[in-house]
């Protein structure tokens, strides 16, 4: 009898794994939450809970980056020259808690991100409504200096308060209106970021939050709101409500008060594990529904053999982001250590080396776009054609791509200054960030390629750590490096102005200026109105078309996304803008 | 005894104090901008590094860095977790509890199993038994504990759909979160014992095999070579002999005169194997996804948040130090023939 109560025990010890239930959804990805709190959360995983517990005024239509509906809003206007815009809100929502949604919710929470400005959070991006990208503080220390009076800075913070309090204003309890310090194309694709999602003010301001009057607002600026209770308590307005968020695993469920009804998935758990030995054991043993996978090799060697598992893909899908080889215009400082001697003579490059296009053209033919996209992603990957998503509006898929062609880049090299660079050869540097492997493929190819020209061509590729990378690449003494860009918000300016404009966030790094280009990028951000978008993206499509001649940029191919879940669940899709890839209340097992 | 105890427990600030000088020292040998990308998550927050760097003073030099840190200390505040994302001290009393599920299902294990083979093994000198015990102990010994980690992970969880990862099942978290369920302790297993949940015991039972098992075999091999060399010591002394010729039985030798003395160097032992159990536990919740302070720390080391590791080390330093003290105690409860002036 004992022997039996031990086989038994240890029978139920064994036993196999449980499945997660038709109503639940588990997701296992690979890294934690930095927070809850709508305006701090600037990362993806953070981002993926904060989409499906609050709501913004529209959102993005299903596997459509460029296509929105409408949630919280039922529609809106721009008026005022593309200075005002005004939203009317959908009547009847509420809150997790029971509350009411109204005007004041929407105002309250888009102020409390001009009040706050985390710098480590994206809600600089709404700071077209004050004129100002930085906290109140920071920007009064810009204005006035170290040494300002206290009477100056008070003076100072005074008008900001100002700006933050005109900039959204309620016509009435389902009317809200924002104005812009000055016409923003992309206002409304700003407005779908997270940053924007409606937080329930009567619940906030309850437990500790900013109370929403000038009274306090000083406490709060630049505030690190890791600290606060909406980092890990939520009441929006999403589908889904918070019932744990515990160190790296977040726990959801239905709201039952949804106007948009009730999901088919109840429960929702979303948790950080970052050995992907373990996420893959759990998705085959049923123990998760979904699991994050680093790339195709991966998908290929393991996950593929595996039984009751889907890997969603499509190509059509493409990452909301575009990846680059920069070439630099005018490199600076002293004693460069990525230029050598600082002259053409076969010791080094001068500063504006790359000015010459024959220089730029022949390296781009330098690049084995094929091997990134057969090897690197093992033929699972997205063509570039422009520094653009490539399903955004305002993406020529016709431009051709310059793909590996020594002797074309032997003849552009003969011709580069003049033929001294052919003569006398040269050596440079290129970085990349340490432990990416793209960007270290990509520089060693580079490498690979220039050297096998001319022996008299010398090319070292240096790893730098993240913040060194990126300190070099902000000082412009990096000659040519691989450098990435993210979509903060679903609008082709996002990445058009920081890539081809002289005031470009990117193209500033490298001193490239071409006032046709800057002239065309002004004039698209005056057309706001909806019946001008047209105009806008061929706008963008003729940069684009202009930059493969001009060449300020070589962009490369990236990996093609894709999802991986049990075979039961239903209703996946891929849209680039959200975070979780698709919203958990689409799906169903 | 006593004095030298008040003597022993007044170190402890001291190595904690060195402990801490250490860390903070360490940090200081990278960057501000270095240690500050280490705040980011996202490629877009490291545009703001600037900022990050006045926010937590990391341009400040050692003495300000650590007068900072201390300062909170001594008000009872060790400091916010960029890793948990919140305050240190709640993060200890909530994966605290599930560290120490795993490590006691686990000690008395490594325990009884090195003991048992390294008796074995003595007994059995020279023998075939005895050679593959010792083989078994060098590959457990040298085998990196991730190694066997992944293995069980992938073979018998993975593959033979045995046991399971985690501390309970996804499904039963949720039930959990969503329904009422006490944690008196924070251990599962105990926990769904007092609340009469006899599911949450076992599936928590079944989810401390496979760690427990890849702590055993990596921590106890250890204690089998040297329980075995220990006990072939005692084995070869006059007592035994004498034991022997007055006619005693095999087994009387070995378990009423030699193991007791054999026993000694084992507990010794008890203070590096605790070192190396807490290694291994690091590892071992991290592979197994087991949210306790080991996966903390992990994550702590590789972001370099400081705030979070100088806890760690601190609340380590203080285990270690409090073990080895009782293992000086032990000594003479083992062995009376020990004083401590």
Redesign the interface.
């Known amino acids: 009898m004992k022997r039996l109560i031990v086989l038994a025990f240890a029978l139920?010890?064994?036993?196999?794994?449980?499945a997660?239930?038709k109503d639940?959804y588990?997701f296992?990805q690979n890294?934690?939450?930095?927070?809850l709190d709508p305006v701090q959360a600037?990362?993806?995983?953070?981002i993926g809970v904060v989409e499906n517990v609050y709501e913004t005024l529209y959102t993005f239509k299903k596997g459509t980056p460029g296509e929105y509906t409408p949630t919280l809003a039922t529609s809106y206007e721009v008026t005022n020259n593309g200075l005002s815009y005004v939203y009317h809100l959908r009547k009847g929502v509420k809150f997790h808690s029971g509350n009411p949604m109204t005007c004041k919710d929407v105002k309250y929470s888009v102020q409390r991100n001009l009040v706050t400005m985390p710098?480590?959070?994206?809600a600089w991006i709404f700071g077209v409504l004050t004129g100002y990208g930085n906290d109140a503080m920071?920007e009064a220390k810009k204005a006035l200096g170290d040494n300002a009076s206290q009477a100056d800075i008070d003076k100072f913070l005074d008008a900001y308060w100002k700006k933050i309090e005109d900039a959204v204003v309620c016509d009435d309890m389902y009317t809200v209106r924002f104005n812009l310090s000055h016409p923003d194309v992309a206002f409304f694709a700003k407005m779908l970021f997270t940053g924007a999602a409606v937080v329930d003010s009567k619940w906030a301001i309850a437990h500790g939050a900013w109370s929403g009057t000038e009274k306090d607002w000083k406490d709060w600026i630049?505030v690190?709101l890791?600290?606060g209770y909406l980092?890990?308590h939520a009441s929006g307005t999403g589908p889904y409500k918070l019932?744990?968020w515990?160190?790296?695993?977040v726990?959801a469920?239905a709201f039952d008060g949804y106007w948009g009804g009730e999901p088919a998935i109840k429960?929702v758990?979303v948790?950080g594990?970052?050995?992907e030995?373990?996420r893959?054991?759990?998705l085959?043993?049923g123990?998760?529904d979904r699991v994050d996978v680093s790339n195709w090799a991966t998908i290929n060697a393991k996950v593929k053999q595996m039984s009751g598992v889907k890997v969603w893909s499509d190509s059509s899908w493409s990452p909301a982001s575009a990846h680059v080889v920069f070439f630099n215009f005018d490199v600076q400082g002293e004693n460069n250590p990525y230029t050598g001697s600082g002259k053409l003579d076969g010791n080094g490059i001068p500063h504006d080396f790359f000015t010459d296009i024959n220089v730029r053209k022949a390296f781009a033919y330098c690049i084995d776009q094929d091997a990134i996209f057969n090897d690197l992603f093992e033929g699972h990957g997205a063509w570039y054609t422009m520094a653009l998503p490539t399903t955004w509006p305002g993406y020529d898929p016709t431009i051709p791509i310059r793909k590996l062609d020594l002797d074309k880049a032997e003849e552009y090299f003969k011709k580069a200054w003049g033929g001294k660079v052919w003569d006398k050869g040269f050596k440079l540097t290129i970085t990349y960030n340490a432990g990416n492997t793209e960007r270290q493929t990509v520089a060693e190819m580079i490498k690979a390629n220039v050297e096998s020209l001319n022996p008299k061509f010398k090319i070292d590729v240096v790893p730098l750590?993240?913040?060194?990378y990126?300190?070099a690449a902000r000082a412009k003494s990096l000659p040519i490096w691989p450098l990435?860009w993210?979509a903060?918000y679903a609008d082709p300016d996002n990445f058009i102005h920081p890539f081809y404009h002289s005031e470009g966030?990117l193209a500033k790094r490298q001193s490239f200026k071409n006032p046709e280009f800057d002239k065309m990028i002004e004039y698209a951000r005056t057309l706001v109105k909806p019946e001008q978008q047209q105009e806008r993206y061929d706008i963008y499509k003729k940069i684009g078309r202009m930059a493969y001649d001009i060449l300020p940029n070589v962009p490369y191919p990236l990996q093609a996304p894709f999802i991986v879940t049990r075979d039961n669940l239903k209703g996946v899709y891929y849209n680039s803008m959200i975070s979780g890839d698709f919203y958990w209340k689409d799906i169903s097992k | 005894m006593l004095n030298y105890i008040i003597r022993r427990s007044l170190q402890i600030p001291m190595v904690l104090f060195v402990l801490s000088l250490i860390i903070v020292g360490l940090m200081q040998l990278l960057?501000p901008?270095?240690r500050?990308?280490a705040?980011?998550?996202?490629?877009?927050?490291?545009?703001?590094?600037d900022?990050?760097i006045k926010?937590y003073h990391l341009d400040e030099g050692f003495l300000v860095q650590y007068e900072l840190w201390a300062r909170e200390v001594l008000r009872g505040n060790l400091g916010?977790s960029r890793?948990?994302?919140?305050p240190v001290t709640t993060?200890i009393r909530?994966?605290l509890p599930a560290s120490m599920e795993l490590a006691l299902s686990a000690f008395i294990p490594i325990v009884l199993v090195g003991v048992w083979l390294g008796t074995i093994a003595a007994t059995h000198r020279d023998g075939i038994l005895d050679q593959a015990l010792r083989v078994v102990a060098i590959i457990g010994w040298s085998l990196p504990t991730f190694v066997m980690a992944?293995w069980l992970?992938?073979w018998v969880?993975?593959g033979l759909?045995?046991?399971?990862?985690?501390r309970l099942?996804?499904?039963?978290?949720?039930d959990l979160?969503?329904g009422h369920f006490h944690r008196y302790t924070g251990m599962y297993t105990l926990d769904g014992l007092l609340n009469g949940r006899w599911d949450v015991f076992?599936q928590a039972?079944?989810r401390l095999?496979l760690p427990a098992t890849a702590l055993v075999i990596v921590v106890s091999a250890g204690i089998m070579r040297v329980m075995r060399s220990s006990m072939l010591d005692e084995l070869g002394k006059d007592y035994v002999r004498t034991a022997r010729a007055k006619g005693l039985m095999q087994k009387a030798v070995i378990y009423k005169h030699a193991w007791r003395n054999a026993l000694i160097p084992v507990i010794t032992m008890a203070g590096p194997m605790l070192g190396r159990m807490i290694g291994g536990i690091v590892v071992i919740e991290?592979?197994?996804?087991f949210?306790g302070l080991g996966e903390?720390a992990a994550?702590a080391a590789l972001q370099l948040d400081m705030t979070t590791l100088l806890a760690f080390v601190m609340l380590i330093g203080l285990i270690m130090a409090s073990a080895n003290l009782l293992v000086d105690i032990a000594y003479v409860i083992v062995d009376p023939r020990i004083r401590y002036e």
């Open positions: 139920a010890l064994i036993g196999a794994a449980l997660t239930p639940t588990v296992l890294s934690t939450f930095d927070s600037y990362d993806g995983a953070s710098g480590d959070s994206g920071t630049g690190d890791r600290t980092h890990n019932v744990k515990d160190g790296n695993t726990i469920e429960k758990l948790q594990v970052e050995e030995a373990t893959l054991e759990a085959r043993r123990d998760a750590q993240w913040s060194d990126l300190k990435g993210g903060d966030s | 960057t901008q270095q500050a990308a705040f980011v998550k996202s490629d877009k927050q490291i545009e703001h590094l900022q990050i926010k916010f890793i948990s994302k919140e993060t909530k994966r992944i992970v992938a969880y993975g759909g045995w046991f399971g990862i985690g099942p996804n499904s039963m978290l949720i979160a969503t076992f039972l079944k095999v991290l592979i197994f996804n949210p903390w994550k």
